[in-house]
C-alpha cells in the first residue's frame, strides 16, 4: 500500500449558481488501493465540501453511487482506481436530469418501475405454507432479482436517452422477473403494459445495458425472452 | 405557530422514519387498513442498509431438518447472554414463522430445498438449520420486495429528507421536522403516530461494516428529546468483516462450512468453542479472532485472520456465496476459491436503542411508562429481543415482525385517536441545527468524524477497560466542544451533503456519549461488552438493562429496569 498522486475532473454543476455543468479539476493523493468512492470522499472531506454524490453501503448492494468514469458506468464503492490510472474523469449518469455535480434525478426511473406493476399478484388461495418452487422454476428468475436498481443501465441505454417514456432496462427486467415467476398470475396484465413501442419493442438489442450493469445480469437476453413471451401470448 | 414558515405541512395519519425492514413493514400494514403512511428516508428505500443483510432470516419452520420455537427462543436466551426481555422473545418467535410465509406470498425468491421447499441453513448460535435465505442476498430481496408492496398499496414516499427534529410535548408525539435533501427547506409533518425505524448506529466506529447512512439518527432524536435510550453500550461486533474495509462478509460463509484459521493454519475454534467451533456466536467468536491478533497469531503477525472458503469447491461458492466471493474479488483482489480471505471483527449491530415495549411502543421510564403515538422498531430500537448478544438472521425476523407489530399498534391507535395540536414554534429546533451550521466557524465536520470513529475503533471494539474508557470520554467531551464551531462549506439549498453530515456528526456525538458512559459503568463482560479489567458475567449486580438520558448537557444512568426471566429459562453459564 502506497499513495499515489492522480488527477480527477469532476464534471461540477451547482443549480443557481452555474448556468451549466462545467469540469473542475483536482490534483489529490490517496492510497493506490483507493476506490472512486474514497477518491470522492477525500475531495469532499478535505478539499471542496461543496461537492455533491449518493453514496451509502459502500458493498455493492445499496445501488446510490452509480456514476459515469472515464466514460463507463460503474459503482463508485466497488471500483479501484488503478482500473483507469492515475486520470480520472467521473461525471454524472447520462440521461437523467442533473440535481447538482453527480445527483441525478431518479424520481422518473422509479417511477417506470411502479408502472409495470412490480408485485406478485397472485390469483389462487395462498397456501397455509410456502407455495412450492422447484430450484429450476426458480432459476428462471434467480439472477434477475440481484438488480440494485442503480440505474447504470437505462444510463448506457441508447434507446432510453433520446425518450422518456420508454420503460428502460431497468423497470423490464422488473417485469421479466415477475412474469417469469412461477408463483405469479400478472403475466397478462404486464404483458399487455410491455408489449407497446415505448415498452420490449424499444430495446433494440445494443447490449450496453449488459455492460454497464454492476450486477453482470445478463438483461438484454432476459429482455428478449420478456418479447418472446410478448409474442407467444398474443398468438 | 406560523405554518407558513415551512415550505411545506403535511398532515399525516402515521409518519414512518426510515425505508428498512422495520419500518416499510410497518407503512404496508397501516396502508392496508386504508389509512395514510407515510415513509420518510434519508436514501431512497432500496438503498437502506436492511438490503446490506445476507445470510437469511430466522424462522423454525423445520424444513431441512427438526426444528422447534421453544429452541428457537433457547438459543436466543442464551445468545443474548440473558439479557434479553424473554416475554420479548416469546412473541418474536410465535410470530417468526407467519412473517416468513408472508414474505413468501409476496414472492421472495427464497433459495428452495430439492422438494421446492423454502431451504434453510445453520447460522451460529442457533441449534438448527434456521436461516431462510436467498443465496447470500437475503436482505436485498425482503427489502425490494417490501418496497414494491408498498408502491402496491400506495405508501407515500417522501425520499431523502433528513429528520432533524421530533415534535412532542406532554408525553405525546405530534410529528417532526425534516430537511428536504433534494430541493432543501424544511417540512413539518403533522402526524398522529411515529414510528422510528432509523436503523443502527455502528457509523460511530472507523472499521465497520455499517452503510454510511446508518448514523443513529433516530437515537439520537430521542435523546435530544429528553428521553431515555437503553442498553447502548451493547454492540455487536462481527467476526468477518473484510480486512481494512469492514465491509461484511456474512456468517452464511461459515453456515456452508467455512473455516478461521490463524497465522498456523490452526482452526483456533476449537480453543473457544469446541461445540459449536466456528458457527458460536459472534461475540465468542470475534473474542477469539482478536485474542488470536493480540498475541500475535495473526496472519504473519497482523491485526487479521483468514476466512477460508476453499474446501467448499467452486461450485457451492458460487452458487450459494457469490457476493461473498465478488466482494472479496472486488475489494482485496481474493479470489476466495483459490485463496483464503483476510478478515478482521467490525462494528456491526446495535443492540442498544430505542427503549420500547412489546407493542413497540417507546418508553420513558424504568417503569414503562409510555410517550403516547411513539413507536420504533427494527435495530433503531431495544425492546430488548437480543439483549448482550444478537444471534445471526434474528435481525432481519425482528425488523419485520416487529415492524408489522408495528403497523398493526399504529393503526390501532391512529383509529381511536384525533390529531393533537402542535407544539409552539414547530420549526425552532431543525432551523437552529441549520442556522448554526451555515453561520457556524472554522471547524470542519470531516476531521472531527475521523478522530471519533478511529478512537472508538481503538477503545470501544471487542475488549475494553476502564483506563481506555475514560480517555474515550474525554476525546468526545473535546470534540462535542469543537463541533459548536463547525461550519459547513456549502450554503447551497440542493443536496447539501455538507450539510447532511454536519448533521449526522451531531447525532454520533450525541449518543457516543452514552455508549461509552454505559460501558463505563457496567463493570462485568456479558455478550459484546467485554471488560478486560471486568472479564466475568456478574448477574447479581449486572443482570439489569441500562437507561441512559442527558440532563442538563450530562449522561444519567439508571439500572432499575429489570429483565424479563421465565422460570424456564434461568441464566446459566454459557458456553458453545
Not at chain 1, 446510490?64 to 454524472?92: D, Q, W
Not at chain 1, 431497468?170 to 412461477?182: E, G, M, N, T
Not at chain 2, 461488552?529 to 447479581?540: A, E, L, Q, T
Request: with cysteine; hydrophobic share 40%; charged share 25%.
Amino acid at each position: 500500500m502506497a499513495m499515489i498522486d492522480i488527477h480527477v475532473k469532476i464534471l461540477r454543476y451547482q443549480p443557481g449558481k452555474d448556468d451549466k455543468p462545467g469540469w473542475q479539476d483536482f490534483a489529490i493523493s490517496v492510497e493506490d488501493e483507493a476506490t472512486i468512492l474514497d477518491v470522492l470522499n477525500e475531495i469532499h472531506w478535505r478539499h471542496d465540501g461543496t461537492l455533491a454524490y449518493r453514496r451509502s453501503c459502500r458493498s455493492s448492494i445499496c445501488g446510490s453511487c452509480a456514476m459515469k468514469v472515464n466514460g463507463r458506468n460503474v459503482l463508485a464503492c466497488e471500483t479501484p482506481i488503478h482500473r483507469f490510472g492515475s486520470k480520472l474523469k467521473i461525471e454524472p449518469l447520462s440521461g437523467f436530469e442533473i440535481i447538482k455535480d453527480l445527483v441525478v434525478d431518479l424520481e422518473p426511473f422509479f417511477a417506470k418501475l411502479k408502472r409495470i406493476k412490480p408485485y406478485l399478484i397472485v390469483d389462487k388461495p395462498l397456501p397455509d405454507k410456502e407455495f412450492v418452487q422447484t430450484q429450476e422454476q426458480l432459476e428462471q428468475i434467480g439472477e434477475s432479482t440481484l438488480c440494485i436498481l442503480c440505474a447504470a443501465c437505462s444510463a448506457a441505454c441508447p434507446s432510453s436517452w433520446p425518450n422518456q417514456e420508454y420503460l428502460g432496462p431497468a423497470a423490464l427486467l422488473k417485469a421479466y422477473r415477475f412474469v417469469f415467476d412461477s408463483r405469479d398470475d400478472g403475466a397478462d396484465q404486464r404483458l399487455e403494459i410491455v408489449n407497446d413501442k415505448n415498452g420490449v419493442w424499444r430495446c433494440h438489442t445494443i447490449f450496453n445495458c449488459m455492460e454497464a450493469c454492476p450486477k453482470k445480469i445478463k438483461i438484454t437476453e432476459y429482455l428478449s425472452r420478456l418479447k418472446v413471451k410478448v409474442v407467444e401470448n398474443s398468438l | 405557530m406560523k405554518i407558513e414558515e415551512a415550505r411545506k405541512y403535511h398532515k399525516i395519519d402515521a409518519v414512518i422514519v426510515g425505508a428498512g425492514l422495520a419500518g416499510l413493514r410497518a407503512a404496508l400494514e397501516v396502508a392496508k387498513s386504508g389509512l395514510t403512511a407515510a415513509v420518510i428516508t434519508k436514501v431512497y428505500p432500496t438503498r437502506s442498509h436492511s438490503g446490506g443483510a445476507q445470510g437469511g432470516i430466522a424462522a423454525a419452520l423445520a424444513n431441512v431438518s427438526e426444528d422447534s420455537l421453544e429452541s428457537h427462543m433457547a438459543d436466543t436466551v442464551k445468545g443474548s447472554d440473558y439479557l434479553a426481555d424473554q416475554d420479548i422473545i416469546e412473541r418474536f418467535v410465535n410470530e417468526a414463522l407467519k412473517t416468513v410465509y408472508e414474505f413468501e406470498h409476496m414472492g421472495v425468491p427464497f433459495s428452495r430445498t430439492e422438494d421446492g421447499r423454502i431451504n434453510q441453513r445453520p447460522f451460529g448460535g442457533h441449534s438448527a438449520p434456521r436461516a431462510c435465505f436467498a443465496q447470500d442476498i437475503t436482505g436485498h430481496v425482503l427489502l425490494h420486495t417490501l418496497y414494491e408492496q408498498c408502491l402496491q398499496h400506495n405508501v407515500l414516499f417522501f425520499n431523502e429528507f433528513q429528520v432533524l427534529s421530533l415534535l412532542l410535548k406532554d408525553d405525546v408525539a405530534r410529528g417532526l421536522v425534516a430537511w428536504d435533501i433534494r430541493a432543501g427547506g424544511l417540512h413539518i409533518f403533522h402526524a398522529k403516530a411515529v414510528l422510528l425505524a432509523t436503523g443502527g448506529y455502528g457509523r460511530a466506529w472507523k472499521v465497520t461494516s455499517n452503510a454510511h447512512a446508518n448514523t443513529g439518527d433516530g437515537v439520537a432524536l430521542v435523546l435530544e428529546a429528553g428521553l431515555p435510550l437503553e442498553d447502548m453500550e451493547f454492540v455487536q461486533f462481527h467476526p468477518t468483516g473484510l480486512y481494512k474495509h469492514g465491509i461484511l462478509l456474512s456468517e452464511a460463509a461459515r453456515g456452508e462450512g467455512a473455516y478461521i484459521v490463524n497465522d498456523r493454519n490452526e482452526r483456533f475454534m476449537k480453543t473457544y468453542a469446541a461445540a459449536k467451533m466456528e458457527l458460536a456466536p459472534r461475540d465468542v467468536v470475534s473474542r477469539a479472532e482478536q485474542t488470536e491478533i493480540n498475541e500475535g497469531r495473526g496472519i504473519g503477525g497482523q491485526d487479521y485472520v483468514y476466512l477460508d472458503l476453499r474446501h467448499l469447491g467452486r461450485d457451492k461458492i458460487l452458487s450459494r456465496l457469490p457476493q461473498i466471493y465478488d466482494l472479496a474479488l472486488n475489494y482485496l483482489k481474493v479470489d476466495a476459491i483459490r485463496e483464503p480471505v483476510p478478515i478482521q471483527p467490525t462494528a456491526h449491530y446495535s443492540m442498544g436503542g430505542i427503549p420500547a415495549n412489546v407493542r413497540t411502543e417507546v418508553i420513558k421510564d424504568a417503569a414503562g411508562s409510555v410517550v403516547k403515538g411513539l413507536y420504533t422498531a427494527g435495530e433503531a430500537s431495544c425492546l430488548s429481543l437480543h439483549g448482550a448478544n444478537r444471534l445471526g438472521t434474528n435481525s432481519l425476523q425482528d425488523a419485520a415482525t416487529f415492524g408489522r407489530i408495528a403497523g398493526v399498534h399504529m393503526t390501532e391507535f391512529c383509529k381511536k385517536n384525533a390529531f393533537s395540536d402542535l407544539p409552539g414554534k414547530p420549526l425552532e429546533t431543525a432551523q437552529g441545527k441549520i442556522d448554526r451550521l451555515w453561520g457556524g466557524g472554522k471547524e470542519r465536520h470531516a476531521p472531527i468524524r475521523l478522530t471519533l470513529q478511529e478512537n472508538m475503533t481503538k477503545t470501544m471494539g471487542v475488549f475494553r477497560n476502564q483506563d481506555d474508557m475514560l480517555k474515550m470520554l474525554g476525546v468526545i467531551k473535546e470534540l462535542q466542544e469543537r463541533y459548536q464551531k463547525v461550519g459547513v462549506d456549502d450554503k447551497g439549498q440542493a443536496f447539501n451533503l455538507d450539510l447532511i453530515e454536519a448533521l449526522e456528526l451531531e447525532n454520533l456525538l450525541g449518543f457516543s456519549e452514552v455508549i461509552v458512559e454505559g460501558a463505563l459503568a457496567r463493570k462485568e463482560s456479558r455478550g459484546a461488552h467485554f471488560r478486560s479489567d471486568f472479564p466475568k458475567r456478574n448477574d447479581g449486580d449486572w443482570l439489569r438493562h441500562t437507561l441512559a438520558w442527558r440532563r442538563s448537557g450530562k449522561i444519567v444512568l439508571d439500572f432499575s429496569k429489570a429483565v424479563v426471566i421465565y422460570p424456564q429459562y434461568q441464566p446459566q453459564e454459557r458456553k458453545y
